[in-house]
């Protein structure tokens, strides 16, 4: 089991930078791949990014839509996955989530169902 709370959302304009954090509590986090998935008003859940077990080079994805503006990262040491955000646009508007995959899942993955569990989401608004 698993629980993860997210942080660092908020209010900001076109073009400008967040950060935002999912610290994680339970066991294993280094045993399972994270991500990050968003959900705009009236819109799907939304793959961003994701990153296995190690956090090394090769092992990150991301949607199109957030690649070469976002940065996914992880410090196994002290359970927490971030998402550096730059350049942010009034479509990145939505509610953010951390999602961990179940221990063992080391890979990182841009399905939503293979997240096992998930933040309540922090709310990042993007104005014009």
């Known amino acids: 089991q698993v629980q993860l709370v997210e942080s660092g959302g908020g209010l900001v304009q076109a073009g400008g930078s967040l950060r935002l954090s999912c610290e994680a509590s339970?066991?294993?986090?280094?045993?399972?791949?994270m991500g990050w998935f968003r959900q705009a008003p009236g819109k799907e859940h939304e793959f961003v990014a994701a990153?296995?077990?190690?956090?090394?080079?090769?092992?990150?994805l991301y949607a199109d839509s957030v690649k070469g503006r976002f940065t996914i990262s992880r410090d196994n040491a002290k359970n927490t996955v971030s998402l550096q955000m730059h350049s942010l646009k009034p479509e990145d508007t939505a509610v953010y989530y951390c999602?961990?995959?179940?221990?063992?899942?080391?890979?990182?993955?841009?399905?939503?169902?293979?997240?096992?569990?998930w933040g309540p989401g922090t709310q990042v608004t993007v104005s014009s």
């Open positions: 999602a961990a995959r179940k221990v063992g899942d080391v890979v990182a993955s841009r399905a939503q169902p293979n997240y096992d569990y």
């Open positions: 339970g066991r294993s986090f280094s045993s399972r791949a």
């Open positions: 990153i296995s077990w190690s956090g090394g080079s090769g092992s990150t």
